[in-house]
């Protein structure tokens, strides 16, 4: 299943609520991802 997929089930399955949660905590990660990314 591809990316858009995946949300478009994400989208169904979740209230818009926790949906948001969601790719918030998942742009939180990227950051995390991007800050070490450029420690290292």
């Known amino acids: ?10 989208k169904i399955t979740l209230s818009p609520k926790d949906y948001v949660e969601l790719l918030t905590l998942m742009i939180k990660d990227v950051e995390k991802m991007i800050e070490w990314g450029e420690k290292n």
Request: proline share 0%; hydrophobic share 50%; net charge neutral.
């Open 1 to 10: 299943m591809d990316i858009k997929g995946i949300h478009a089930t994400l």
